[in-house]
C-alpha cells in the first residue's frame, strides 16, 4: 500500500467464536481439554494483537447456554480451565491494563466461579485499555427474553409506556448496555454461523467466517479478518442503488 492510499478503518468492537478446539484434538489424536488448553493461548495470543492494533472492544463467546448439554465430563474439564484462568491470568490483564466484564447468566456457574469473576472485574474496572467480555453460559435469545421481562415488569408498574419502547431501549437492557455493537463478527473453523450469539448486537455487524481452527488462531488470521473487513462498504440497510 502506498503512502497516499487511504488508511482501512479498523473495527471499534469485534467479536468472535471460537469454534475447532474439538475438531483440533481429534486430528491429533489428543482428548477435547487439550484442544480446549490450545484454545486458552490463542486468546492470549488474539487479546496481544488486538491490544497492539489498537482495537477498543474485543468480545469472545467462551461457553454458550447450549454447550451445558455436553457430556458432564467435558463441562467439568471447561469449568475447571476457566477456574485456572481466573486465578492464573487476571493479574497479566491487570498489568497490560485491560479491563474484563462477564455477561450471560451466572446462575448456572458455580458459586466460586462467580466469585473469581467478580473479583477480576472489580480488580480491572478502571482500567483504559483493552475491553474484553467473555460471554459464559451465554445465549442471545436468553439476553433478548430477559430484556423483554425487564420492560414489561416496568410496564407492568407504570414507569414504562409500551409505546415508548425503541431500539435504544432494548439495547439499554442488554448485558451489553455500556458496549458499541460490534463492527466484525469473526468465527473460526469454517462454520458459517452465529449460533445464538449477540444476535440483536450483530444485526449490522460484517461476518467473517475463516477455516483456521481456533488454537491455531493468532495475530496473522486477525488481520486477515481487519483487512477484510477494511475493504468492505458498511451499508446498514442503505439502498445499494445501481450496480
Known amino acids: 500500500m502506498s503512502q497516499d492510499s487511504p488508511a482501512r478503518p479498523l473495527p471499534r468492537h469485534i467479536a468472535i467464536i471460537m469454534d475447532g478446539n474439538g475438531r483440533w484434538a481429534k486430528a491429533r489424536g489428543l482428548p477435547r481439554i487439550a484442544g480446549h488448553r490450545r484454545g486458552a493461548e490463542a486468546v492470549r495470543r488474539t487479546l496481544t494483537a488486538a491490544a497492539e492494533l489498537g482495537i477498543p472492544y474485543l468480545t469472545l463467546f467462551g461457553f454458550s447456554s447450549e454447550n451445558w448439554k455436553r457430556p458432564l465430563a467435558e ?121 445464538n450469539f449477540l444476535l440483536w448486537q450483530c444485526a449490522y455487524s460484517e461476518l467473517v467466517f475463516t477455516k483456521t481452527l481456533w488454537p491455531d488462531f493468532g495475530a496473522a488470521d486477525l488481520e486477515a479478518a481487519i483487512a477484510d473487513y477494511g475493504g468492505r462498504e458498511r451499508r446498514y440497510g442503505a439502498s445499494l442503488g445501481s450496480r
Not at 101 to 115: E, H, M, P, Y
Not at 176 to 184: G, K, N, Q, V, W
Open 75 to 195: 463441562v467439568d474439564d471447561l469449568m475447571g480451565l476457566l477456574r485456572h484462568y481466573l486465578r492464573g491470568e487476571i493479574a497479566e490483564l491487570h498489568r497490560n491494563n485491560m479491563r474484563l466484564r462477564v455477561i450471560g447468566d451466572r446462575g448456572r456457574l458455580a458459586s466460586d466461579i462467580v466469585t473469581l469473576i467478580a473479583n477480576a472485574e472489580t480488580l480491572t474496572a478502571d482500567n483504559s485499555g483493552l475491553n474484553l467480555t467473555i460471554a459464559l453460559s451465554y445465549g442471545g435469545r436468553d439476553e433478548i427474553i430477559a430484556a423483554v421481562r425487564a420492560l414489561a415488569a416496568k410496564a407492568a408498574e407504570g414507569a414504562l409506556a409500551p409505546e415508548a419502547i425503541d431500539e435504544a431501549t432494548i439495547s439499554r437492557h442488554l448485558f451489553t448496555a455500556d458496549i458499541p455493537d460490534p463492527d466484525l463478527l469473526i468465527r473460526t473453523s469454517g462454520e458459517q454461523r452465529i449460533s
